[in-house]
Every structure is written in structure tokens, then in C-alpha cells.
């Protein structure tokens, strides 16, 4: 099929998502995990409307457009607030897109909710960092549907307070966690990572 992105014609095979199709910034998105539409980084104007590339099929004669002044400066700010709320000093790509959009996160002054949390070293393989979590859920994923299906990992809290965890909390030892490594290897910020890279 045909459809055409930022101005220009391209093919793209039936069923595609717009994010093979088009070079569009994502966070959430990862080719191994089933999660979408969450981190909305991608988001194009496609045929008027705003939608996530992540997760929005490529049809016969769309009209994508993905830079314009309105997604660059949406774009801008949500990576400002992800870098005020979060550390992102192992987070080398964000890094990169902060400066591709030319992102001031200290034009916000000063914002209460940054994320202070205690790093956790229940295993001799890596360490949970969250405040470096951008809430992406890639992690969640590759422990259960989209990779390993073992669960060890799941989701509390809302809006800020949102973080990956274990079952009831507990230890990653007293889980189903075989240790594989894949939310580790899914992970954009350093949040989960291995203790050989430990910083601070």
C-alpha cells in the first residue's frame, strides 16, 4: 500500500504500524514487548487526527505528517517533565531527544514530585532503581505477556506513585523470577540494571 508521510510517498506492507513506516521518537514502545500507546511520544497527525504511531495501522492513502510545531512542542514539554520528575542520567537516548527538541526542563522553576525512592538489591544479578522509572511498563511486559510469561513483575500505584514491583512486594527471590535478564535488557533508563554498572 501507499500512503504518504511528511509529504513524501511511501509503501509500507499491509498491517503496518505507522512507526515502521515513519521515523517517530517512542519511549514505551519496544519490538520484543506488546506494550503501546502509553508513553504517547509518538504521537503523528494522521489524516487530522493525533494518534500514537505505536499503535495506529498504516492505511491506503493516509496522510502522515510527524514534525509539526504543534507535536514538536508537545514532544518538548513531556520530555521536560519526564526529566523533572525523574533521573535520567543513565538514560542516554532521552538524553538525545531532550536535545533534538531543545527540552528547558528548569523553565518550569522549581516542581514538587520528583521521585525519591530507595534502590533495591534483593538479587545477585541487578538492582531496581525506580526513580530512574519513566513508567514505560516495558519491564512489566517482558515478564509476562510479551516475552517470559513468569509474572515476577507487576504494576502498583497511579500517576507519579506508578512503579513497577513485585507481587506483594516481595523480594525477587521469592518469586517466580528465573532471572533471564529481559526486563533489564528492555529497560530505557537504567532503572533496572545490572549491578556490574551500579552507580552511586
Known sequence: MRLKVDGKEVEAREGALLLEVAEVPTLCHHPHTETQGLCRLCLVEADGRLLPACATRAQE??????????????????????????????????????????????????????????????????????????????????????IMGVYALTWEGRG?????????????????CVFCGNCVQVCPTGALRPLALEVG
Open 61 to 146: 492513502g493516509m496522510e502522515v505528517r510527524t514534525e509539526t510545531e504543534e507535536l514538536r512542542t508537545y514532544r518538548k514539554t513531556l520530555l521536560e517533565w519526564l526529566a523533572l520528575t525523574t533521573d535520567l542520567s543513565l538514560a542516554p537516548d532521552l538524553q538525545a531527544l531532550l536535545a533534538r527538541y531543545g527540552a528547558d526542563p528548569g523553565r518550569w522553576g522549581e516542581v514538587a514530585g520528583r521521585k525519591e525512592r530507595e534502590v533495591l538489591r534483593d538479587n545477585p544479578f541487578f538492582l531496581r532503581d525506580y526513580a530512574r522509572c519513566v513508567n514505560c511498563r516495558r519491564c512489566v511486559d517482558a515478564c509476562g505477556d510479551g
Open 160 to 176: 507519579l506513585l506508578a512503579h513497577p514491583t513485585t507481587p506483594l512486594g516481595r523480594p525477587l527471590p521469592e518469586t517466580p
